[in-house]
């Protein structure tokens, strides 16, 4: 009776909107071109703020993880629901980015990994100016969609 309870709630747990429909396992369906183009338009959708494209980029939880950048870090990194907020404060403020560089490191089960350096401009930081900042990330892949489940990436050099 106990495993049938346990496997009632597993279900539960993991038929919630949003969630995936079984625990992660096995590899990841993950490509190198899959997230290379889900992180460009990441960064293109913040840069215009489409913030509708920003919350379909981004998994929900379960799977959601972290964004975690200056500005946005510990316990505040990992809620999805502050994510789309967070991002709409950013584009009004003028941040824009673009990818200037990516690689993909490498399958881990059910996700993807990648490290990016991206091309960031806020106005009134480091002078307006474009500069690079490492970050990495992760996302989750199935043969139907690609969703960011973890973003860090660092504030400009020599702030």
Known sequence: MRAVLLAALVL???SGAGASAAPPTGPSDCTARDLRRVVATYAAALS???LDALDSIFAR???FQW???DGRVGAAAKRRDTLIPYFGRRHERGERLGLARFRF???SPHY?????TMRR???GVDGGEWVRVPGKGAGVCDERSTHLIVIS????PGR
């Open 153 to 156: 990436f660092g504030s400009s």
């Open 121 to 123: 401009s806020i106005p």
């Open 61 to 63: 939880k379960p799977d």
């Open 48 to 50: 215009r703020g489409d």
């Open 112 to 116: 993807g990994n990648f490290e990016m």
């Open 67 to 69: 964004y975690a950048t």
């Open 105 to 107: 490191t490498g399958d």
């Open 12 to 14: 539960a747990v993991y």
